[in-house]
T-cell receptor, first 114, second 109 residues
Framework: IAGITQAPTSQILAAGRRMTLRCTQD?????MYWYRQDLGLGLRLIHY???????GKGEVPDGYSVSRANTDDFPLTLASAVPSQTSVYFC?????????????FGEGSRLTVL | GQNIDQPTEMTATEGAIVQINCTYQ??????LFWYQQHAGEAPTFLSY??LDGLEEKGRFSSFLSRSKGYSYLLLKELQMKDSASYLC??????????WGAGTKLIIKP
């Protein structure tokens, strides 16, 4: 049982490059989320999707975009990476829509932008 | 604004008991979560409180007082594997999940 799979697990990227972080879940959960985690700060929501075909902006959406073409996949794209986007990115899912309930997290993608 | 406060770091001894506090100020309340996160790993769900009182689950218990905007996570019979960060999160009236920065718990032999 995979749960949530993220790729890549780690990446070093030159500033200005485009990057897509992949996230796939096999639990048929309705809602999916992208968070970034930085030292000394709580998890911050970048974008979310309550159901396939819909997306919404979270707390820190600037510089990021997402799509939700189907239930399982929720990729996060950095159109033109900047050093401040150096972070650990977590994809998460939950069964419900609206009320997040318990979240199930992927293992994270560590991104370094130079 | 909305915020979650918890201590940055705590140290405890193997076999002992530790209490990690969390205070919150949010626009409404629809539940409080505790997650455990080992270094370099993903957060994993520990507990959920929506009503006042104590929820016990094995060696871990979580308490909630909605009137005080306060929760604690109690860990008993500490083991070395309990060394991790503990994240407090609150669902507000818009069902947004607000996260604390986490408490790093260090267990010493």
């Amino acid at each position: 049982i995979a749960g949530i799979t993220q790729a890549p697990t780690s990446q070093i990227l030159a500033a200005g490059r485009r990057m897509t972080l992949r996230c796939t879940q096999d639990m048929r959960h309705n809602a999916m989320y992208w968070y970034r985690q930085d030292l000394g700060l709580g998890l911050r929501l970048i974008h979310y999707s309550n159901t396939a075909g819909t997306t919404g902006k979270g707390e820190v959406p600037d510089g990021y975009s997402v799509s939700r073409a189907n239930t399982d996949d929720f990729p996060l794209t950095l159109a033109s990476a900047v050093p401040s986007q150096t972070s650990v990115y977590f994809c998460a899912s939950s069964p419900g829509t609206g009320d997040p309930g318990e979240l199930f997290f992927g293992e994270g993608s560590r991104l370094t932008v130079l | 604004g909305q915020n979650i406060d918890q201590p940055t770091e705590m140290t405890a001894t193997e076999g002992a008991i530790v209490q990690i506090n969390c205070t919150y100020q949010t626009s409404g309340f629809n539940g409080l979560f505790w997650y455990q996160q080992h270094a370099g790993e993903a957060p994993t769900f520990l507990s959920y409180n929506v009503l006042d009182g104590l929820e016990e689950k094995g060696r871990f218990s979580s308490f909630l007082s909605r009137s005080k905007g306060y929760s604690y996570l109690l860990l008993k019979e500490l083991q070395m594997k309990d060394s991790a960060s503990y994240l407090c999160a609150v669902t507000n009236s818009n069902y947004q999940l607000i996260w604390g920065a986490g408490t790093k718990l260090i267990i010493k032999p």
